[in-house]
């Protein structure tokens, strides 16, 4: 059980924009603790997707986009490619667990 | 390049334990620290722990502890997660992971995973 939520999975079409959205508490991203997200294939290991809340490792594309604001944490993939099908995770820290993870969202291109 | 290699699947009965390796090449190992995370089957993220490659300094996640012993050979430049006592729910893909720090730490490299069966 997890302490930062998500939605268990969105849909878009091709082009379309989605938003995965990432709740917490005043104890993991409401205490000011970055936001990191990571986006997993099928069958490969994570990669990650966005740093420090709204940072995008080279080779990223723009595409990807996050932003935090109070106890929540968001991802915007702006127009959604099939290849963009996977499982995204938030990630941050909390002042009692250390380290945690997100419960993980499924991104279906339609 | 960076790259985290892992040791290969295993099975182990209920009650036995289980020692999964994993070795950095691409980068200074003692310059940054490793996480373990795991993953069942159909299931999301769990975080289980760290280690400094430099100083051997541990940090496990609550319900691992006491369960959970994360250690490096530095001469071989590879680190160790070693779970005592498996049960079924202790099957799973075991992920060591590189922590890169830009204002915080957040895993930058990830090994390719090795699964660990428990099954009588």
């Known amino acids: 059980q997890s302490v930062l939520t998500q939605s268990p999975s969105v849909s878009g079409a091709p082009g379309q924009r989605v938003t995965i959205s990432c709740t917490g508490s005043?104890?993991?991203?409401?205490?000011?603790?970055?936001v990191h997200w990571y986006q997993q294939l099928p069958g490969t290991a994570p990669k990650v997707l966005i740093y420090?809340?709204?940072n995008r490792p080279s080779g990223v594309p723009d595409r990807f986009s996050g932003s935090k604001s109070g106890t929540s944490a968001s991802l915007a993939i702006t127009g959604l490619q099939a290849e963009d099908e996977a499982d995204y995770y938030c990630?941050?820290?909390?002042?009692?667990?250390?380290?945690?993870f997100g419960t993980g969202t499924k991104v279906t291109v339609l | 390049q960076v790259q985290l290699v892992q040791s290969g699947a295993e099975v182990k009965k209920p009650g036995a334990s289980v020692k999964v390796s994993c070795k950095p090449s691409?980068?200074?190992?003692?310059?940054?620290?490793l996480h373990w995370v795991r993953q069942a089957p159909g299931q999301g993220l769990e975080w289980m722990g760290y280690?400094?490659?430099?100083?051997?300094?541990?940090k496990y996640a609550p319900r691992f502890q006491g369960r959970v012993t994360m250690t490096r050979d530095t001469s071989i430049t590879t680190a160790y997660m070693d779970l005592s006592r498996l049960t079924s729910d202790d099957t799973a893909v075991y992920y060591c992971?590189?922590?890169?720090?830009?204002?915080?730490?957040?895993?930058?490299?990830w090994g390719q995973g090795t699964l660990v069966t428990v099954s009588s």
């Open positions: 992971a590189r922590a890169t720090f830009s204002k915080s730490y957040y895993l930058d490299y």
């Open positions: 691409g980068y200074t190992f003692t310059g940054y620290y």
């Open positions: 280690i400094s490659p430099n100083s051997s300094v541990t």
């Open positions: 005043s104890s993991n991203i409401g205490a000011g603790y970055d």
């Open positions: 420090g809340n709204n």
């Open positions: 990630q941050s820290y909390d002042r009692s667990l250390s380290y945690v």
